[in-house]
């Protein structure tokens, strides 16, 4: 399974939705990305192979990234999720 993951701006809270093959995951990441890089401000309505009756439309214009990760047992076993950055209250 893959999550491709997008991240709303000024929202902390990120979007996801999963699919099943690599070739489909690749291919929206790659449509995402081309709508954030082009302004697009058409809505992008995108669905969820392992929850099918989960559908989010986004503006690709209020969204700040947008990131694709393979969902593994070894990807949250440090116990923090994959992504750009981790925020860590140490010092």
Partial sequence: ???VELTLKNTA???SVQKKEVEEAEK???AISDA???G???LMELTCDQ???KKINVLPSELAAVQMF??????????RPPGFFALSSEQ
Avoid: W
């Fill in 1 to 3: 399974m893959f999550i």
């Fill in 28 to 30: 929206l990441y790659a």
């Fill in 70 to 79: 393979e969902k593994t047992s070894t990807a949250t076993a440090s116990g």
């Fill in 40 to 42: 697009s401000s058409e």
């Fill in 36 to 38: 954030i890089r082009n």
């Fill in 51 to 53: 929850q099918p009756n």
């Fill in 13 to 15: 809270l990120p979007l």
